[in-house]
Nanobody, 120 residues
Framework: QVQLVESGGGLVQPGGSLRLSCAAS????????MGWFRQTPGKQRELAAG???????AYAVSVKGRFTISRDNAKNTVYLQMNSLEPEDTAVYYC??????????????WGQGTQVTVSS
């Protein structure tokens, strides 16, 4: 079982920045894709950014150019640097990690979520 612990959420003014971190621990075989979904009340969870094990990033159109995802494989940690934040970025951000033995089945694990609020 893999546990994901997130940190870095909070309240920020429009135009400000936040950095989210998500550290994986527990019984880790291999970590494959990692990243962040976000969800607002009444809406489906949507992918904000993801990153492959080799470091290839992918972004939602709405955050491209403002958010940067990165990972430190030695620390089993993924980061999301969020700049030029907008009120529309307000959401609960959930970290995810795909993990499993090489050549075997993988499972997706989720963090508990961290609130990001962009407001003046």
């Amino acid at each position: 079982q893999v546990q994901l612990v997130e940190s870095g959420g909070g309240l920020v003014q429009p135009g400000g920045s936040l950095r989210l971190s998500c550290a994986a621990s527990g019984r880790i075989f291999s970590l494959f894709a990692m990243g962040w979904f976000r969800q607002t009340p009444g809406k489906q969870r949507e992918l904000a950014a993801g990153i492959s094990s080799s470091g290839s990033p992918a972004y939602a159109v709405s955050v491209k150019g403002r958010f940067t995802i990165s990972r430190d494989n030695a620390k089993n940690t993924v980061y999301l640097q969020m700049n030029s934040l907008e009120p529309e970025d307000t959401a609960v951000y959930y970290c995810y990690a795909d993990s499993g033995p090489n050549g075997g089945d993988t499972a997706r694990y989720w963090g508990q979520g961290t609130q990001v609020t962009v407001s003046s």
